[in-house]
């Protein structure tokens, strides 16, 4: 893994680039009339059928439910397997390329949920890692949680470099500290946050580089909205607990969800106290499966 020099100006051109592409896609109605519009097309405006679109947009919640109703019923009722099943499945899916048949795809999938949080599935657990979406926000709090500022530059891993730059802006709010500690009485107003705003705004090649998400170009007049994004990542979220005025200004505070973090710690503490007796007992066949 290569150092950066952040001061590069093709790294800069690159990001910008990058920076653009994402920005068309936020506005991919806007951006694809105006091609057309420069390309010579006329474009004609249809107005929304409120009463059809009423109809498409039940009719769509509707699937969505029965969707996942279906995923509901099928991974509770999979077969069951172990490690060796889950890992011969993982090799087959690998080595040939194609999809497991769907039966054999309910039962991985079941095996590794049941693998991540330690504990039989259930239609509320379920609902709650969203199709993996929680457990990936939970492998990024563990990654912020477990940065090693002395580790080689040479030996830093793309997640690694997430992680870290993720930490910085965490540590840099006064959410968290330089021992990985959350602070939920930490209240947040937008004039609290301006030392997260320049970090930001001095830091944006790298930010976006690294964590993928792009600073806003509205960043000094939505500062909460920006470090929400960055929450997200790792399944947490600032919510406004007080409002007050100011004169003729509305001020409002902000401060981390505690419920949100104490739920998602109970489950990173469950994963450690499972791992550290996988390490104490090597008799046991789970020494030797993966995270």
């Known amino acids: 893994m290569c150092d950066y020099n952040w001061n590069d100006p093709y790294l800069t051109l690159y990001a910008t680039i990058i920076s653009a592409q994402r920005a068309s896609k936020n506005q991919l ?22 009463i059809l679109s009423a109809v498409g947009s039940k009719a769509s919640k509707i699937g969505q439910e029965l969707h996942w109703n279906q995923y509901v019923y099928d991974i509770m009722n999979a077969k069951q397997i172990d490690y060796h099943a889950a890992n011969k499945l993982k090799n087959q899916k690998k080595g040939s390329g194609k ?22 599935v259930t239609p509320i657990l379920l609902a709650q890692d969203n199709k993996g979406k929680y457990r ?6 563990e990654g912020v949680l477990a940065v090693d500022s002395s580790k080689s530059k040479t030996n830093k891993t793309d997640k690694d470099r997430e992680h870290e730059n993720l930490s910085k802006l965490f540590e840099v709010t006064g959410l968290l500290d330089t021992a990985g500690v959350w602070n939920t009485n930490h209240a947040l107003t937008n004039a609290l946050l301006k030392p997260f705003v320049t970090y930001c705004s001095k830091n944006k090649t790298k930010i976006e580089k690294w964590v993928n998400i792009d600073v806003r170009k509205d960043i000094f007049s939505k500062p909460v909205a920006q470090l929400n994004k960055f929450l997200h990542v790792c399944g947490l ?16 505070e902000y401060m981390l969800d505690s419920n949100t973090l104490i739920e998602i710690m109970a489950i990173i503490e469950t994963r450690r106290k499972h791992k550290l007796d996988i390490e104490i007992d090597e008799t046991e066949v789970l020494w030797h499966l993966p995270d």
């Open 29 to 50: 109605k806007e951006n694809f009339i105006d091609l057309r519009k420069y390309s010579g097309w006329n474009i004609v405006e249809v107005e929304k059928e409120k």
């Open 237 to 252: 979220e600032i919510k406004k607990t007080k409002q007050y005025a100011n004169g003729d200004q509305k001020i409002y």
């Open 136 to 141: 990936e926000q939970i492998k990024n709090l």
């Open 99 to 120: 999809p497991l048949t769907l039966s054999d795809q309910h039962s991985y999938d079941r095996y590794w949920i049941e693998k991540f949080y330690h504990e039989p």
